[in-house]
């Protein structure tokens, strides 16, 4: 059961990196001016502001990368890890997305918010809001693998203290 939650969990990482590099590079960028991608990276030209893909393409390949040190670790360690470990490495990847996709998606959305004076945060952000719900669910995921850690410690503990 191991090697197939490890496969979805990888696929999982993998699809929050490109639906993040997706959404900073295109989607966001598209809802916050309301225009078309290639129009809005016109005006920000014309306007002297920057658009680019480099950030995107960064935060998808790191999502890629991270998604397959955590595979690796999870399924070819020389001595197994608990499952609780696992799962926390795995919501703690997820739940570092959301700051990681705030800094690097702020270079463009910040070009089109200084494009255009009436453009769209709030478009933007609702396209946005699932992924940062996604991450604080992650957050919950971590803290509730931490709290099972420490239960099962303290169990141990008991358990040899009465013995």
Do not use: C, H
């Amino acid at each position: 059961m191991r090697i197939p939650l490890t496969l979805l969990g990888i696929v999982a990482i993998i699809v929050y990196s490109f639906i993040g590099a997706t959404l900073m590079n295109d989607w966001a960028v598209i809802a916050a001016s309301e225009m078309p991608l290639e129009t809005t990276i016109a005006d920000m030209d014309a306007a002297g502001q920057t658009y680019t893909t480099v950030p995107g393409l960064v935060f998808a390949v790191m999502g890629i990368l991270l998604s397959l040190a955590w595979g690796v670790t999870t399924l070819f360690r020389r001595s197994v890890i608990p499952n609780w470990a696992a799962v926390s490495l795995w919501a703690g990847i997820v739940t570092m997305g959301a700051p990681a996709y705030f800094f690097t998606s702020f270079a463009n959305l910040n070009s089109v918010g200084d494009t255009y004076l009436d453009w769209n945060a709030e478009a933007a952000f609702a396209l946005e809001a699932p992924l940062y719900m996604v991450s604080g669910l992650a957050f919950l995921v971590v803290v509730a693998m931490m709290v099972t850690a420490v239960n099962k410690a303290t169990a141990r503990k008991k358990t040899s203290q009465v013995t």
